[in-house]
T-cell receptor, first 114, second 116 residues
């Protein structure tokens, strides 16, 4: 089984709809991240959480919200989807310290907003 | 604030030829550097990382990278590529300490296409 899972893998929605993307991990990491990937722009950080009680905005948080339900679960919500939120979304987890500075990525959720 | 620039958006190369993917970064503090690879329809996976020590870092699949502090570069190299190396490659940086330690800033990506 994959260490970082994302659901759904693909989603089509309409402008104005609320949508939630879910991420679960079995790696036991405290840190979790949400990114979006757009062609030619690389990955940009939306939100990150260093533990269950710590949630922080990334560089492009407008129009998004998150919930860290447990150490293993980190959800991303689009309150009112708009077409320019069409993108590939990745969840990641990490440890830090002791040479373990590596982020582990889920398979991604491809979102299309019509 | 940090930034990462990957100097080539696309690199076409023939099989068994050498390749270099270029990455420059900007930061006012010490950094850790990473290269990730994304195969078609997959998530990202770590190729290699520089944390400290030797500036030449070896990774998976025969890739290596050299950290050059004076030129603020972390270029990725492979002496002989295979068709299976066709993918998008991302350079990333994080501060080596402080409140943003562990938070990655990514470059724009370089699409490597290996032709037979």
């Amino acid at each position: 089984d994959a260490d970082v899972t994302q659901t759904p893998r693909n989603r089509i929605t309409k402008t104005g709809k609320r949508i939630m993307l879910e991420c679960s991990q079995t790696k036991g990491h405290d840190r979790m991240y949400w990114y979006r990937q757009d062609p030619g722009l690389g990955l940009r950080l939306i939100y990150y959480s260093f533990d269950v009680k710590d949630i922080n905005k990334g560089e492009i948080s407008d129009g998004y919200s998150v919930s860290r339900q447990a150490q293993a679960k980190f959800s991303l919500s689009l309150e009112s989807a708009i077409p320019n939120q069409t993108a590939l979304y990745f969840c990641a987890t990490s440890e830090v310290g002791g040479g373990r500075e590596t982020q582990y990525f889920g398979p991604g959720t491809r979102l299309l907003v019509l | 604030a940090q930034s990462v620039t990957q100097l080539d958006s696309q690199v076409p190369v023939f099989e068994e030829a050498p390749v270099e993917l270029r990455c420059n970064y900007s930061s006012s503090v010490s950094v850790y550097l990473f290269w990730y690879v994304q195969y078609p329809n997959q998530g990202l996976q770590l190729l290699l990382k520089y944390l400290s020590g030797s500036t030449l870092v070896k990774g998976i699949n025969g890739f290596e990278a050299e950290f050059n502090k004076s030129q603020t570069s972390f270029h990725l190299r492979k002496p002989s590529v295979h068709i299976s190396d066709t993918a998008e490659y991302f350079c990333a940086v994080t501060n080596a300490g402080g409140t943003s330690y562990g938070k990655l800033t990514f470059g724009q990506g370089t699409i490597l296409t290996v032709h037979p």
